[in-house]
């Protein structure tokens, strides 16, 4: 047995290791805007199937600027940690981190799916369906099979998706990112960015990975976005500035509201490989004033709910819209009422089982590895 001298000092090595740094509270914040963009593009393009005519068409570039983010936020957070914690320690923050909200996105979506008052759909699939259907999700195994929603990877809750290419990039630098230097890094870089660019080339656009034709396009999203980020934190590409909260999300919504082009997957093209890894760097470079602090904090944390929550209400409004087709004003209320309504439910779902599972998981752990 250990004596008390010897069981604190590892108590408190282990601490040190499992505590998360200081956050980058801009970039919380510019997350949480990407966030509410997010969930206006998924109202948005339920009704407005033309992309070239939504004025939120582009909000789907939010996932690559999230990829980013993470790539940045994972590097700042475990390059010096990864080799002392050790790669099952660090899945395991990642799993507590990340995997509580996939489960509850699985079962709103699940509630949703089969009590939905709009639609018929559960009644074409067998009991047996459905439970392999929410078992995939839970798993976060992808398994498009829901005909009615466009073959998603995940039917009843679409955003996990990108989550599961979030942990693919999370393996992946838990076993070999974190150790490779940075111009190895650089040279995986360039070449995510030619399969980026074929990826947009064939495809007409960078909008794929979410279902199950182009489910691979999610890899080069994903590949190059979290490169990248890593990247600019390695580099220590952080640009000081004092363009503030406000500036930067102007700059953030300009990449994910800007029209349609001519040769419009070229320019997501140049908004994903360049505009988003310099928006990191001036975020990284700036700080928040007094008043927009606490926004950013509020925002950066309730962002992971939000995105992970909300889509089990998308596919209702889908369902709604179909039905009823209501005029413009209606739409344009019901995504005003909406979104509010949504942030306030995340904000529960973070503070009555995110939050307190987490710290009641983190807790188990340190207390395990003090024992």
């Excluded at 001298?5 to 090595?13: F, G, L, Y």
């Excluded at 999203?221 to 980020?229: C, I, K, N, P, Q």
């Excluded at 580099?235 to 004092?242: C, L, S």
Aim: glycine content about 8%; hydrophobic content about 55%; some cysteine.
């Amino acid at each position: 047995m250990y004596d008390n001298n010897v069981k604190q000092a590892i108590q408190t090595n282990t601490t040190d290791l499992l505590k998360t740094r200081p956050h980058f509270e801009l970039l919380d914040g510019l997350r949480g805007v990407a966030a509410v963009v997010v969930v206006i593009f998924h109202f948005m393009e339920m009704a407005i199937t033309d992309y070239s005519k939504n004025f939120a068409g582009h909000g789907f570039l939010a996932v690559d600027f999230f990829f980013c983010l993470s790539g940045f936020v994972i590097a700042y957070a475990y390059d010096g940690r990864v080799g002392k914690l050790g790669v099952v320690e660090f899945f395991k923050s990642r799993i507590i981190r990340l995997h509580l909200l996939v489960i509850l996105g699985s079962i709103l979506g699940l509630l949703s799916f089969l009590f939905d008052p709009f639609t018929t759909s559960p009644l074409a699939y067998s009991t047996g369906q459905i439970i392999l259907i929410f078992l995939t999700s839970l798993l976060l195994i992808p398994y498009p099979v829901i005909t009615e929603r466009s073959f998603n990877l995940f039917g009843i809750n679409a955003p996990a998706w990108s989550l599961f290419w979030e942990y693919v990039a999370n393996i992946l630098y838990g076993w070999i990112l974190w150790k490779l230097n940075r111009r190895i890094l650089l040279v995986l870089a360039l070449a995510a960015a030619a399969w980026l660019f074929y990826v947009g080339y064939i495809a007409g656009n960078l909008m794929g990975g979410w279902g199950k034709d182009g489910w691979w396009h999610g890899g080069a999203r994903v590949s190059f976005s979290f490169l990248a980020g890593m990247l600019v934190y390695r580099y220590q590409f952080i640009i000081r500035n004092r363009l503030g909260f406000l500036g930067l999300t102007i700059l953030l919504l300009i990449g994910l509201l800007m029209p349609w082009f001519k040769q419009n997957w070229l320019v997501e093209l140049a908004v994903v490989i360049i505009y988003f890894p310099l928006l990191v760097a001036l975020g990284a470079g700036a700080q928040p004033g007094p008043r927009a602090r606490a926004i950013c904090i509020f925002s950066g944390r309730i962002s992971y709910p939000l995105y992970m929550t909300h889509y089990a209400v998308i596919w209702m409004f889908l369902n709604y819209y179909t039905r009823y087709k209501p005029d413009n004003g209606t739409l344009a209320l019901i995504i005003i009422c909406a979104v509010p309504l949504l942030i306030g439910f995340a904000y529960l779902a973070m503070v009555l089982y995110d939050n307190p599972v987490r710290r009641y998981l983190t807790n188990r752990r340190k207390l395990n590895k003090a024992g």
